[in-house]
Structure formats: C-alpha cells, structure tokens
C-alpha cells in the first residue's frame, strides 16, 4: 500500500493529465462510435474500453519521456563538465 501511495504521490501531475486526457477522449470517442454505429450501447462500450486502454498506455508514455529528459539532462551536464 505504501508503494501505491508513493506512486500516486509522486506521479500527481502526471496522473491529473492522464485522467483529464481519458475524459476528453471518452466523449470523443463516443461522438464518434454512435456517428459511426448509430447504436447508443455499442458507442458508449467502444468509448470506454479503448480510452480505458489509452490511458494506461499514457501514463506509462509520460514516464519514459520523463525518464529519457532526465537522461538527457544528465548526460549533458556531464559534457559541459568535461568541458571545462
């Protein structure tokens, strides 16, 4: 539990976007589901499994960019110091 919790601290910010990205593209989805099948179950079925599944993939998305920016940083000021 207190992994979850510090996973959750820690990742606020990126959990906030995540969740605020789900909800926008739930009801896109969903306009688009029902615009394609014109039945209400299917659209709102469709709209909540595949955002469901894009925002887990997301989140994880934010976390190698977070990582690789870090990297970058790292390794760059680790050039301007031999540099010097």
Excluded at 7 to 34: D, E, F, M, N, P
Excluded at 57 to 77: I, M, Q, T, Y
Aim: aromatic letters at 10%; proline letters at 1%.
């Amino acid at each position: 539990m207190t992994r979850l919790t510090n996973t959750l601290r820690t990742h606020q910010t990126t959990l906030a976007k995540t969740g605020s990205y789900y909800c926008i593209h739930v009801v896109v989805a969903a306009c688009v589901a029902y615009a394609v099948t014109g039945n209400l179950w299917a659209s709102l079925t469709l709209s909540l499994l595949e955002p469901t599944v894009q925002a887990v993939a997301f989140f994880f998305h934010e976390k190698a960019w977070d990582r690789g920016l870090k990297k970058r940083d790292k390794n760059a000021g680790q050039l301007a110091a031999g540099a010097a």
